[in-house]
């Protein structure tokens, strides 16, 4: 995987919606086919064979493909380590200087290198898990002024007791607005902290707005900050380090990680990856950290990593929480709720991880201009879960 320039993935702000789904009569044209196997390390399998119900699932496809207006590029289902529903749409790729941001409309498939925008959190999660592991990071609790003695004279008062777990959770106290203003906008603080010589500068300068691990502050500015501790304690680019621990043992080629003006990699929402590539993301934690035989995160990380630390501000559910960079909440299936993890981004992208179920649900999309349609979220409720026996 290599860094790209940023102005090509001005990524995030963490909205979840597509397209509104209305209710018509289809005639059935879909026909499911088993996904196909290549060298990538997925295994493959068929929708019955892992218990699912392809009727839903081909009602959903028939949907789809009889309304052209929808923004999703691919949806994948992962059930018992097989990789058993793939499939690609066309779509528009993102382009900021469009009036509806619609450039380029291209035939998405396995190959393409999809914008992650914030699920790229939920990825350097894992990364900054695995720097756990190998001892570089040995206490969550620890303030994260030792890590920054050169910005003491910002750090005091409050500030002083931001610890690494509060940058996980989004607890950590410090204003940051990215939502008033548009990512094009030079006011909107992202953009700044993108653009200036020290993101880090920035972001610690800014005004406390609650005490650390009180209240839940959505902000890109602390996986700016957790980059910034990580390439400290390992001596190494993050990106550089990501590909050695992560990317490489999974065999992941990706598109590539946007950086900052100052070089940071922009761990917050700068990641270009392929749809199979994030399922073998997700498929760590369904297997204990380990992929073909190598453990590349504990187990107790991945415990830490979904527990609900604190209550969100239900973007996406009612009730929902936040752990270690992920989303927490939970379907009712078959009249049992189940607990559901997963990571989102801008445009509708999502990976939803259901841990009992030993299943994955990705959606990787292009609805960029409406931020009042759920289509992907529609998805999931009227027809996916409905498949699973």
Known sequence: MKTISWISSFLLFVCFFSCKKEDITIEHTYNYTKP??????????????????SVPIIKMMDYLNSNSWHTIHNILILKNN???????????????????????????????????????????????????????????????????????????????????????????????????YPYTDTRNEFRQAMDIDDPIQFILSKPMVSDPGTQFHYS???????????????????????????????????????????????????LYFKARELTKIGLLFLNNGQWEGKQIITPEWIELSQQGYINTI?????????????WITSFTINGVSRKCFFAVGWGNQFMY????????IEFNCGNYADL??????????????????
């Open 220 to 270: 890109s500015g602390s996986g700016l900050v957790l980059a910034a501790i990580l390439e400290k304690v390992t001596g190494k680019k993050f990106l550089d380090y990501a590909n050695e621990n992560l990317f490489d043992p999974l065999r992941s080629e990706g598109g590539g990680w946007t950086s900052s003006h100052s070089g940071l990699t922009l761990a917050s929402s700068g």
């Open 82 to 180: 097989k990789l058993v529903f793939e499939e690609y749409f066309k779509g528009y790729k993102l382009n900021y200087t469009a009036p509806n941001l619609n450039g380029e409309l291209i035939d998405y498939s396995r190959t393409t290198d999809h914008p992650m925008h914030s699920v790229s959190k939920s990825v350097t999660s894992v990364i900054f898990g695995i720097a756990v592991k190998n001892g570089y990071i040995t206490d969550l609790n620890k303030k994260i002024i030792d890590y920054f003695p050169e910005y003491a004279d910002l750090l005091t008062g409050n500030k002083a007791n931001i610890t690494i777990h509060h940058l996980l959770t989004m607890t950590c106290g410090l204003a940051f607005d990215e939502w008033t």
């Open 372 to 389: 009042t349609r759920t289509l992907p979220i529609d998805m999931v409720n009227d027809y996916i879960i409905k498949a699973i026996i």
């Open 36 to 53: 196909l196997v290549f060298n990538d390390g997925l295994e493959t399998g068929t929708l019955s064979s892992v218990g699912l119900d």
């Open 353 to 360: 991880i259901i841990p009992d179920l030993n299943m994955i």
């Open 314 to 326: 239900n973007l996406f559910y009612q009730n929902s929480t936040y752990g270690y960079q992920w």
